[in-house]
């Protein structure tokens, strides 16, 4: 285990449904990410939390939506979604600090829109 | 962006013997590689990290190395054992803070 959970673990919706993934690290870290894992594609990232703020939206669609509430938790709220979106959503953690830290991820979530 | 690259997208290794997975990079202005394995159904798990002012370094049984001049970084597995079966993929960072992953090379492990 790294330390960083994600739920839900399995995820099948439908195109106009909403839903909303879970991430929560238990390592003291400072830094959040949300990550897209597509078959035969590199990691994707998507946004970045330091200290709770948003600092990069890496050209994410408005239909995820991110939230950070603390620096332990963090959500991707999925709204009217299109069948590419499916693929695996990694949360990951680290600490910020001015040299460089190790990136943590959680297990992901497998979506699937149908 | 940042283009991160891998020779081979799989790799097939007798049980014992030696993997070296290689992986390619265009920044030269990252300054921070890391090597992660991620299993079927899991995240991605750290093995390995080098700094830029290094060229080499070792783990358990898996050492990294860093080649600048031609940018390129590779992982060596001693004794490659079933288990080590996985996608390995390398990521590069910069001064932003971000990550930039490679697309992964397929270990499988011949018993």
């Known amino acids: 285990e790294t330390g960083v959970t994600q739920t839900p673990r399995h995820l099948v919706m439908g195109m106009t449904n909403k839903k909303s993934l879970k991430c929560e690290q238990h390592l003291g870290h400072n830094a959040m990410y949300w990550y897209k894992q597509s078959a035969k594609k590199p990691l994707e990232l998507m946004f970045v939390?330091?200290?709770?703020?948003?600092?990069e939206n890496n050209s994410v669609p408005s239909r995820f939506s991110p939230e950070c509430p603390n620096s332990s938790h963090l959500f991707l709220h999925l709204h009217t979604l299109q069948p590419e979106d499916s693929a695996l959503y990694l949360c990951a953690s680290r600490r910020a600090t001015s040299t460089r830290e190790t990136q943590y991820f959680g297990p992901g979530t497998r979506l699937l829109v149908l | 962006g940042e283009s991160v690259g891998l020779h081979l997208p799989t790799l097939s290794v007798q049980e014992g013997d030696n993997s070296i997975i290689n992986c390619a990079y265009s920044?030269?202005?990252?300054?921070?590689f890391i090597w992660y394995k991620q299993e079927s159904g899991k995240g991605p798990q750290f093995i390995i990290d080098?700094?830029?002012?290094?060229d080499k370094r070792q783990g358990q049984r898996v050492t990294v190395l860093l080649n600048k001049t031609v940018k390129h970084l590779s992982l060596q597995i001693a004794a490659t054992q079933p288990g080590d079966s996985a996608v390995y993929f390398c990521?590069?960072?910069?001064?932003?803070?971000?990550?930039?992953f490679g697309t992964g090379t397929r270990l499988t492990v011949i018993p």
């Open positions: 920044n030269s202005a990252s300054d921070y």
């Open positions: 939390y330091n200290f709770k703020e948003q600092t």
């Open positions: 080098i700094r830029s002012n290094m």
């Open positions: 990521a590069e960072e910069t001064g932003a803070n971000n990550l930039f």
